[in-house]
T-cell receptor, first 115, second 114 residues
């Protein structure tokens, strides 16, 4: 099976930088995704890492270390509207390829941005 | 471009009653997913469709849940009969292909079973 660990809650100050970590255990691994979900809203895609390293998209960056089964989402210049839950999700793989199209989500990290 | 549309947004029913959720994916998206999200948890996949074919339904509780995607566009997820533990948000998502890295989610249907 697959398991993902991420902190349940994080609080940060407006304008600051925050890092949300995610460690995973999977049977095979294709890539790590990040989604944002505001209360009562739909999850929205933020980023995807298949290779080691940092991917930057505006104020958001995502990092992956396949050897450490670890990734993080970095949010810079925090704004009040960034208050939301953030989910890491893995695309596992198997010898037969079955299940490789399936995303397994973590439990989410609730980010609160305070003035 | 219109996003994924789901209805109803909210549904309250008594246990043992049937309930159905409807999803209209983004135009041209052949892959459709149904997820269930419990409070404080991440979405969990129930079923994945490629066009009109259910290609992964291993997580769908088949004794009470059923789904269909006629003509490979709209989809309906049904629960009959509903149980208290079925209270959750049911999310529909779509993607242009099964290997696409991005899934587009609808706003979900919040089901409360009393």
């Amino acid at each position: 099976g697959q398991s993902l660990e991420q902190p349940s809650e994080v609080t940060a100050v407006e304008g600051a930088i925050v890092q949300i970590n995610c460690t995973y255990q999977t049977s095979g691994f294709y890539g790590l995704s990040w989604y944002q979900q505001h209360d009562g809203g739909a999850p929205t895609f933020l980023s995807y890492n298949a290779l080691d390293g940092l991917e930057e998209t505006g104020r958001f960056s995502s990092f992956l270390s396949r050897s450490d089964s670890y990734g993080y989402l970095l949010l810079q210049e925090l704004q009040m509207k960034d208050s939301a839950s953030y989910f890491c999700a893995v695309r596992p793989g198997s010898i037969s390829g079955a299940g490789s199209y399936q995303l397994t989500f973590g439990k989410g990290t609730k980010l609160s941005v305070i003035p | 471009e219109a996003g994924v549309v789901q209805s109803p947004r909210y549904k309250i029913i008594e246990k043992k009653q049937p309930v159905a959720f409807w999803c209209n994916p983004i135009s041209g998206h052949n892959t459709l997913y149904w997820y269930r999200q419990n409070l404080g948890q991440g979405p969990e996949l129930l079923i994945r469709y490629e066009n009109e074919e259910a290609v992964d339904d291993s997580q769908l509780p088949k004794d009470r849940f059923s789904a269909e995607r006629l003509k490979g566009v709209d989809s309906t997820l049904k629960i009959q009969p509903a149980e208290l533990g079925d209270s959750a948000v049911y999310l529909c998502a779509s993607s242009s292909s099964p290997v696409s890295n991005e899934q587009f989610f609808g706003p979900g249907t919040r089901l409360t079973v009393l």
